[in-house]
């Protein structure tokens, strides 16, 4: 592999990594809210006063973005076995 390559490969790693972190910091945020009584709240108010959401959710988004993160960490640690083994 080039110089040149390398540098790319890595910039364009550092680059996957960056948005994995930032992935895996909305999906914990998500799920922070979603489990915090007064987000709940919010929805039992609104449906008890005649409001009840009916549009769309982001649970598969949430779900598929949560299974992405487990699989790019799992390729993270195959590689770093491979580098390290």
Sequence with gaps: MTKTKTK??????ASALEVA?????????????ESSE???GVWI???IHGMKYMGD???AEKIA???ALKAF???LFKISRRKNG
């Excluded at 972190?21 to 809210?33: F, V």
């Design 8 to 13: 790319k490969t890595a910039k364009e790693f």
């Design 21 to 33: 972190s930032a992935a895996q910091d909305l999906y914990e945020k998500m799920t922070e809210i």
């Design 38 to 40: 007064s987000y709940k």
């Design 45 to 47: 108010h609104a449906a």
């Design 57 to 59: 959710t982001w649970m």
């Design 65 to 67: 973005l949560g299974a």
């Design 73 to 75: 960490k799992n390729e």
